[in-house]
C-alpha cells in the first residue's frame, strides 16, 4: 500500500492517512468534537493505549496512532464511531469508550485475517430516550437489544453488571416515547421468596418501594424526573410487586419481571399468561443467585426449558464477560463461577 493513500470513513470528516503499516494519523475537522473525543487530559487515548496495547498522541485536531495492525485498526474504527456519535449530538463518556473497544475487539474475533482495507464501520444497536442515547457496549447486550425490537417476550439472563434490567427499562422508556405502547409496568418479587411484606413499616408503597428502587433509577435516568413522577401519578409508569399481576390482562404495555430467578413456577406462568394485546414483556434474571428456599424450583430456570424453540419468545444468555459495570465485578463474577464450579465437581464425586 502507497505510504500517501488517504483511507476516507463514512462520516466525511475524518481522514485517516497511512504512513506505515502499523501507524495512522486521524484528523478530525471539528476542533471542540476531537476534544470531546480524546478526553481531559486525554483520558479517552489514554484508555485506547491501556485496552488496545498501542500507542496514542494527540496534537491538535489530529491524533497518532501506533501499534500492532489489527490494534490500530481496532482503535481507528472505535473512534470513528465515537467521533459519529458526537456529531450526532450524543455525548462519549468512558464507558462508551470501553463498549466501542469491546465491539470493535468483538468485529475482529469474528473475522481470521486482518486487512488494511478492512473500513467497516462498528456497528451497535441504540436504543434513544428523552434525556440519553445508550449504544451496545458489548456483543451480548446488540444481541440483547435487537431482541428486544423483534420479539414479543425477550429473557435477558446472566450475572449482575451486565445491563439486563437497564436496557429493558430503556426500551420500554423508548416504546413509551414512539408511542407504540400505551404505559410501562414494571414488576419484581417483592420480597426473596415469597412477597411477605406485613412485617415492614408504612403502607404498601413504603412496603415495595425498597424492592423496587433499581427500576426507578433506571426510570430516572431515561426520563426527566418530572415527568417519571406525573406518569407514575396518572397510571402511565405502575411499579408493582408480581402479586398484583395475578387476573391482570397486560395490553398495549411494555412490562418487565425483574429478579425473575425468585420466581415460583406458578408465579412464573401467572406473568407470562397475562400478555395481552399489542403487548411486550421482558424477563430478566439470574439464574446464579437464586433466593427460593430449598427444593422450590425457580420459575425462571422452568421457563428457560419449557419455553426453548417458542416461536415469538427470544432468549438472551449473558456472561461475566458483559459485565460493564466496575472492571472489578467481572472478577468477582469468574471467580463466584469458578468455586460452584469446583463444588459442582465435588457433588458429583462424592455421589
Sequence with gaps: MNA??????????????????????????????????????DQNLKLLEDRLQIQARARGNSV?????????????????????????????????V????????????????????????????????RKKTISARTPTQDVYMRA??????VFGVGPAGTGKTYLAVAHAAQLLE?????????????????????????????KVDPYLRPLYDALYDMI????????????VIEIAPLAFMRGRTLANAAVILDEAQNT?????????????????????????QIDLP????????EALQILNGVDGVSFVRFKDADVVRHPLVGRIVRAYDAQYAVQDESEQTDR
Design 4 to 41: 500517501q493513500e488517504v483511507i476516507s470513513s463514512s462520516s466525511r470528516n475524518l481522514q485517516a492517512a497511512v504512513t506505515d503499516a502499523n501507524h495512522f494519523i486521524l484528523t478530525f475537522e471539528n476542533n471542540r468534537f476531537a476534544s470531546e473525543l480524546f478526553g481531559q487530559f
Design 64 to 96: 497518532s496512532i501506533s501499534g500492532e495492525l489489527l490494534a490500530t485498526n481496532q482503535a481507528r474504527r472505535a473512534l470513528d464511531f465515537l467521533y459519529a456519535r458526537l456529531q450526532s449530538g450524543g455525548s462519549v463518556e468512558s464507558s462508551d
Design 98 to 129: 470501553e463498549g466501542a473497544i469491546r465491539m470493535a475487539v468483538a468485529a475482529d474475533d469474528q473475522l481470521t485475517l486482518p486487512t488494511m482495507e478492512r473500513k467497516a464501520k462498528l456497528s451497535m444497536a441504540q436504543i434513544a430516550t
Design 148 to 153: 428486544l425490537e423483534r420479539s414479543e417476550l
Design 178 to 206: 414512539r408511542g407504540v405502547v400505551d404505559k410501562i409496568i414494571l414488576s419484581r418479587p417483592a420480597v426473596e421468596a415469597g412477597e411477605r411484606l406485613g412485617f415492614l413499616p408504612g403502607d404498601m408503597k413504603d
Design 224 to 235: 426527566p424526573g418530572d415527568k417519571v413522577e406525573r406518569a407514575i401519578t396518572a397510571g
Design 264 to 288: 415460583t413456577s406458578m408465579q412464573m406462568k401467572m406473568f407470562l399468561t397475562r400478555l395481552g394485546e399489542n403487548a411486550r414483556m421482558i424477563v430478566t434474571g439470574d439464574p446464579s
Design 294 to 301: 430449598r427444593g422450590v424450583k425457580s420459575g425462571l430456570v
